[in-house]
């Protein structure tokens, strides 16, 4: 929900959400000008969360004409 937070707080809000629902889904949402490695932390912190539906959706960089 577009609110910045620890990748342990992450962990615990989607654990706790996961014990709420057995269809929690995420969406994980990056752009050209991050670093891979911050995606992979979120999707690992997803994982160890017991979220098994995830995506990742990226802005593309503009190419300067």
């Known amino acids: 929900d577009e ?3 620890e990748l342990d707080q ?7 959400l996961r ?11 990056g752009d050209a000008e991050g ?8 999707l690992s912190a997803c994982r160890r969360a017991g979220v098994s539906d995830m ?4 802005r593309m960089a503009r190419k300067d004409e």
């Open 19 to 29: 014990q709420q629902t057995s269809t929690l889904s995420v969406i994980i949402r």
């Open 10 to 16: 992450l962990e615990q809000q989607l654990t706790s």
């Open 35 to 42: 670093a891979f490695q911050n995606v992979a932390s979120v």
């Open 3 to 5: 609110e910045p937070m």
């Open 55 to 58: 995506g990742v959706s990226v």
